[in-house]
């Protein structure tokens, strides 16, 4: 069983920062791509950023330039800076890790979530 835990979100003006961590534990071979998510009230979650166990990373439009996905490997944790908020950037967001289980199988595993506010 793999578990990803999320932490960092909270209130934050706009134009502030904020950093999130996720932190997966379990027993497993390897973490492939680890990503962040992001679902608004009444929209689809959607990916923001992720990040290749080689550490070649994507970001999504809305978010380039302003945020910032890494990741440390020894601590099987992916961290997203976010960088000049925006009140659209308010939103509950997630992590995901696709991992290789024991049995070599790959899954795709989920945070519960961290709720971002930013407010205007």
């Known amino acids: 069983q793999v578990q990803l835990v999320e932490s960092g979100g909270g209130l934050v003006r706009a134009g502030g920062s904020l950093r999130l961590s996720c932190a997966a534990s379990?027993?497993?071979?390897?973490?492939?791509?680890m990503g962040w998510h992001r679902q608004a009230p009444g929209k689809q979650r959607e990916l923001i950023a992720d990040?290749?166990?080689?550490?070649?990373?994507n970001y999504e439009d809305p978010v380039k330039g302003r945020f910032t996905i890494s990741r440390d490997g020894a601590k099987n944790t992916v961290y997203l800076q976010m960088n000049s908020l925006k009140p659209e950037d308010t939103a509950v967001y997630y992590c995901?890790?696709?991992?290789?289980?024991?049995?070599?199988?790959?899954?795709?595993?989920w945070g519960q979530g961290t709720q971002v506010t930013v407010s205007s």
């Open positions: 990040i290749t166990s080689g550490e070649r990373t």
């Open positions: 995901s890790a696709t991992v290789m289980i024991l049995d070599r199988s790959t899954r795709r595993y």
């Open positions: 379990g027993t497993f071979f390897s973490i492939n791509r």
